[in-house]
């Protein structure tokens, strides 16, 4: 363990700073000032940055996905040694590792909670053949620290989906998920002890056409929701005494709620919280009555963005967040208030967030940092009030270098307004410049915001103007333009990137000449529908770990498109009455490819399976142009290795340059002198 403890060396000797009369430990040069201004702010004499080598972009912090336990006391965060996923459990106080635990290179991690101070979930998601097919699983582990020990959980289940929490006892001792005991069944409710061994129990019986069960804060399975054919059913009790019972069964179309989320009932009562769209189609947080269905009160709803989620503590609600440009929280207690600016004004002109906190707020791990500074992370102890770096999460990288993203908007072609953002290349004059078009990958519900982002980064510091949008379908702008991406991919999500070129160069910030789309996942299928549907357009697209056929990743894994989304997938991706997505799908056009393409993969992606890739490459070897490719062994759909991003950037890099040259550094001009009298 020398690696580790060489991490912590900046946390073990930090420097300090007082507020008021308050000791906080700081960090070094990174989020402290925010770089210099996007080039279509800077003077004219500003000199173009020095490329940024793509190792620093590459480059990670070993400590990635922080979390503390409810005391305190522990910190565990997820690194790979050789591509191999660890996980890392620490002594706060010591800073000496307790435990590491080894996963199985073919898993990738999706998420983890601890449950008490020696308990946690681990949430991991493979790929396998079941019925003649390839299929995305997702499994259960618990780990306990104590004993090091990785458990498997309801192993017997042998079902695609097996990691629905919906319930998490208070002391830890069980669970409840939502699973199928077969692929026949619909999810039954069970119980499993959180032990070695642990006895599993069935606590709700399946019912027909409900996939999804919702408990009160004692673990009571008080609701059951789902559709059968036309028709969403409910199923609720009032308590654990009452039989459960249909209470209505809605026709499409006469539901009345758009996006509805249960988040919390309270037991004893029929009472609880939602987020769940209001008269404007924004989506709030209110208090709700689930025996009637009726909204009681609107605790917090944004003129104009949707609420994503929401913090409740001890049956109360502590915060809400969304997103604007950036993250934004509201909270309903003045002390979180008032500690959050503290903590701004300490840090100096960053976005603050607190992303993992003891129980009793004791310890709390801090980020800062912002769109044009990777950041970093701090431990606070409030009532001590020491503030220690734990890491950078770019060590490498100097964010002095990099350029500032703007928010931008524009009209589509049917009027719908379209947001999205701007990232200009310093020391260039804002014209003509090559434009990269980068769409977001879900892609429902998902959207792109002012954040840090490698990618965009890497290519502005090469001299390109990089523009990701925020295309119909995307989350966070309320209902109506969630569902004007309703059976919109390839087709009118499509448009709006034609569109925002359109807008580039309007505005005179691109050549049309020189126009490449770039994306992974849903904008790698992007990317290379862009090339086959309008080839006129672009002069190129890259892809890593793209779609290519829409019909086959759908029977691989049904909540593909539709992460954060909530009505059924079939009608959100293919649209009423569609039947196959042939038509939009790459793979049906991929022998008339003939733009440049780049087309990447890794080999162990569980995704976007490798053999999406496979069948496309396969399919353009008599194209006109066939792609140039990269394959990445052992690889997944996120990076899990430096040097497996290091090569995706490598190759883009040459990729573009070959195909779409950013074109020579212009010199800067030195100012004009005044003529002396």
Known sequence: ??????????????????????LI???????????????????????????????????????????????????????RIDGIAQFIVTNVETRQAERAFKADPAYQFEWYRWVTNDKLLL???????????????????????????????????????GDNVIHVAEDGSHILVAIQRTIYDYPSVMRQELEPGGKV?????????????????????RMGTGWVGQRLNIYYRADTNAQLKLVASLKRGETGEGYWDALQIVNGSDIGYVLSEGESGRVGLRKFNFATRQAVETIYE??????????????????????????????????????????????????????????????LLVYAGNEADPGVLYLFEPAAGKLAEVAQYRPQLDFRLLAQPRPMRYTARDGTAIRGYITLPRGRPATGLPLIIMPHGGPYGIRDKLT??????????????????????????????????????????????DDAMDWAVKEGIADPARVCVVGGSYGGYAALWAVLRNPERYRCGASWAGVTDLDR?????????????????????????????????????????????????????VVVPFSQYTAFEKATRTAPVPPQTLVIKDEGHSFSKPESEKQWYDALEQFLVQHNPPGSVPQAKAPAVAAAD
């Open 201 to 221: 129990t069935t606590v709700q019986t399946p019912r027909d056409g409900v996939w999804n069960w919702v408990t009160d804060d004692q673990g009571v399975v």
């Open 123 to 161: 949430s991991i998601s493979t790929m396998d053949n079941f019925m003649d097919d390839e299929v995305r699983f997702t499994r259960l582990f618990l780990l306990q620290v104590s004993y090091g020990t990785m458990t498997p959980l309801l192993k017997q289940m042998n079902v695609v989906e």
């Open 302 to 363: 944004h003129p104009e963005w949707d609420i994503d989620s929401a913090l409740l503590r001890d049956g109360a609600p502590l915060a809400a967040f969304y997103t604007a440009d950036r993250d934004e929280v509201h909270w309903f207690d003045e002390k979180n208030r008032k500690q959050y600016a503290m903590l701004r004004k300490a840090l100096g002109d960053v976005e603050v967030w607190v992303v993992s906190r003891a129980k009793d707020d004791s310890r």
């Open 25 to 79: 430990g700081m960090a070094g040069a990174a989020a402290q000032s925010p770089p210099p201004p996007a080039a279509s702010q800077a003077p004219l004499t500003e000199t173009p940055p020095p490329a940024i080598p793509t190792t620093d972009f590459a480059g990670r912090s070993a400590f990635w996905d922080a979390q503390l336990s409810p005391d305190g006391s522990r910190f565990s965060y997820l690194r």
């Open 553 to 605: 990743q759908l029977r691989y894994d049904r909540q593909s498109f539709s992460r954060g989304g909530f009505k059924r997938w079939r009608d959100r991706v293919r649209g009423q009455g569609v039947e196959d997505m042939k038509a939009v799908s790459p793979l049906a056009r991929a022998a008339q490819l003939s733009r440049p393409v780049l087309l990447a993969h890794g080999t162990k992606d």
């Open 1 to 22: 363990m020398k690696g580790f403890l060489r991490a912590f060396t900046g946390w073990a000797g930090c420097a300090c700073l007082l507020i008021g009369s308050t």
């Open 452 to 497: 840090y982002n490698d990618e965009v980064q890497l290519l502005a510091n090469r001299g390109y103007a990089v523009l990701q949008p925020n295309f119909r379908g995307s989350g966070g702008y309320g209902d109506d333009f969630f569902e004007l991406g309703t059976g919109q991919m390839g087709r009118a999500m499509q448009d709006d990137l």
